[in-house]
């Protein structure tokens, strides 16, 4: 592919008024896979746990699809006598999305969470549709959710939820995206490229076809449209499977990400810690970029990320960290000198092996 002078992609500005602004996240990650099912604890007679949690970095990414099939969950133990109010744990994407789908059949709903949504993990999302960072044990399970989210997110487009399609450049196949070429061939379209089309970046690459969804609009959409509809969230925290057997309502909906791991003894829950710099919005930037870290310009902000940290000593901030993550990206794309990633990034191989089910996908 040749690529003239005047067809180079503008590339960041990297410059901004300090301090540096940057945020952090504990993903819930959960060794065994998301789990998405149905429980019926000893205990009040008549209660239902539907389990949607454990995405790791997926959650906005698989989203709509986790909830059609909560929907389903939930229309399939409705008790005939009632009553079948629900109750929502967490006000993150998952318990969001779900509380939405709900709202639809005609169900009360109220949402019970600890924090309001602008103080949960999903606020702190890069944003691009890929399933990054997840374990999944049923393959026929996630295409299906895979699918419907997929379709959700491009149907929204141009309606106010903060999604857009953009391209993703990568120097190397980006395994989220390329999980979701072999589980659903068709959905997402790749291209190689003989160069980047990146004035100080000459390297082979490969453009991806894919969604870009800003957190910040599309959260806010969710919880303004449900406000609306009269969805009550309550500021309520549990500490143990009594606390919430104690609720009033008997259809219980579990979205309550690392929580669940002590609320419901789930051990196979594990934090891992993500970190992004927000540098000034750049209207002109309309592209993803990744490579070991990644570049998402968002209408708040352009977002510097990739960060994989399993072992952390504070879920805080580090602006330390996070202005080695800017400037590995400056050195990249030909505004600075080469940097290395800080540790803990997320890696992009040279090679992609054909993953199997339940293992760690890192995108």
């Not at 060794?31 to 389990?51: C, M, N, Q, W, Y």
């Not at 160069?195 to 959409?221: C, D, M, N, S, W």
Request: hydrophobic fraction near 40%; include cysteine; charged fraction near 20%.
């Amino acid at each position: 592919m040749a690529i003239t002078a005047g067809a180079f992609l503008p590339t960041p500005s990297f410059t901004f008024t300090p301090p540096l602004r940057c945020i952090a996240g504990v993903r819930p990650f959960r060794t065994s896979g998301f789990r998405l099912d149905v429980e019926r604890p000893a205990g009040p007679a008549g209660k239902v746990i539907v389990h949607n949690y454990g995405h790791g970095g997926a959650g906005i990414s698989l989203s709509w699809g986790c909830a059609s099939k909560v929907r389903g969950l939930v229309r399939d133990n409705l008790s005939p006598s009632g009553p079948n109010a629900v109750a929502v744990l967490g006000s993150g994407v998952m318990g969001l999305t779900a509380a939405t789908l709900l709202r639809g059949m005609g169900l009360p709903i109220t949402i019970y969470t600890e924090h309001p949504w602008t103080c949960t993990t999903s606020a702190v999302a890069g944003g691009q549709w890929a399933p990054s960072i997840v374990n999944y044990a049923d393959r026929g399970q996630l295409k299906e959710v895979l699918e419907i989210s997929h379709a959700a997110f491009k149907a929204s487009i141009g309606n106010g939820f903060g999604v857009s399609e953009r391209p993703n450049y990568t120097t190397a196949p980006a395994e989220a995206l390329e999980l979701v070429r072999r589980v659903c061939p068709g959905l997402i379209a790749r291209r190689e490229l003989s160069r980047l089309p990146f004035e100080h970046h000459a390297v082979r690459g490969f453009e991806y076809q894919t969604l870009l969804i800003e957190p910040p609009t599309f959260l806010k959409r969710l919880n303004d449209d449900l406000a609306g509809a009269g969805v009550p969230v309550v500021i309520r925290s549990f500490a143990r499977l009594t606390d919430v057997l104690q609720l009033q309502e008997n259809i219980i909906v579990n979205c309550t990400g690392m929580g669940a791991k002590n609320i419901f003894n789930d051990w196979d829950m594990q934090g891992r810690k993500g970190q992004l710099a927000l540098l000034p919005a750049q209207p002109r930037l309309q592209y993803l970029y990744s490579k070991k870290g990644y570049m998402f310009p968002r209408a708040d902000a352009v977002v510097i990320g990739g960060s994989d940290e399993k072992v952390f000593a504070s879920p805080a901030a580090d602006p330390i960290f996070c202005q080695k993550l800017v400037d590995h990206m400056k050195g990249v794309l030909g505004g600075g000198p080469p940097v290395p990633l800080p540790r803990g990034h997320i890696h992009y191989p040279d090679n992609l092996p054909d993953l199997a089910p339940r293992e760690v996908l890192t995108g």
